[in-house]
C-alpha cells in the first residue's frame, strides 16, 4: 500500500517476514522470525510485529541529522521503551511488575543497507556499564 501526504512524501507500506538476531557482551543470542508490517518514507523506516516477548515496534531515521535517531518500543509482560538521538546518547525505560527502572544509552549506531538493518547501542546504570547489544533485522 502506497499512502501520500499532502506534503508529497510517500510512505510505502507492506507486509514481510523479518528475522530478528541480537547478541550481547554476554554472549546471549536470541533468534526469531516475524511477521512484521513494514513502513517506510524517505525520512523512516519502521516495523511493528508481535513476538513471544510482546508487541513491537522499532523505528529508525534514515538521515543521521534528524532529532530522532532511534526508538524500539516492546509492549508486553514488561513495558520497554528505547530511544536514541543521532549522537548515540538516550534513554532505556524499563517496567515489569515490581521494578520500573531508568537507564542510559550510549554509543547507538545504526546501518542501513537494502535488505538489512543493523543497530547496536550500549546500557549504562549511571555510569556503570551493564550490557552492550547488537541486533540485525533481515528481511526474508
Given at each position: ?58 523505528k529508525l ?10 526508538e524500539m518500543?516492546?509492549?508486553g509482560e ?63
Amino acid at each position: 500500500m502506497i499512502t501520500m501526504t499532502t506534503m508529497m512524501t510517500i510512505m510505502i507500506e507492506m507486509t514481510i517476514n523479518l528475522k530478528i538476531k541480537s547478541k550481547d557482551d554476554y554472549g546471549d543470542i536470541f533468534i526469531e522470525n516475524v511477521k512484521a508490517n513494514k513502513k517506510e518514507n524517505n525520512e523512516y523506516l519502521e516495523y511493528n510485529y508481535s513476538s513471544e516477548i510482546g508487541v513491537c515496534k522499532i523505528k529508525l531515521a534514515k538521515k543521521r541529522d534528524l532529532k530522532d535517531y532511534f526508538e524500539m518500543i516492546r509492549d508486553g509482560e514488561s513495558l520497554a521503551r528505547l530511544s536514541f538521538n543521532n549522537n548515540g546518547q538516550g534513554i532505556f525505560k524499563l517496567e515489569t511488575k515490581g521494578l520500573k527502572k531508568e537507564f542510559i544509552i550510549r554509543n547507538g549506531e545504526i546501518t542501513l543497507s537494502h535488505e538489512n538493518t543493523y543497530f547496536s547501542y550500549e546500557i549504562y546504570e549511571e555510569e556503570n556499564f551493564i550490557n552492550a547489544l547488537r541486533i540485525k533485522l533481515i528481511e526474508e
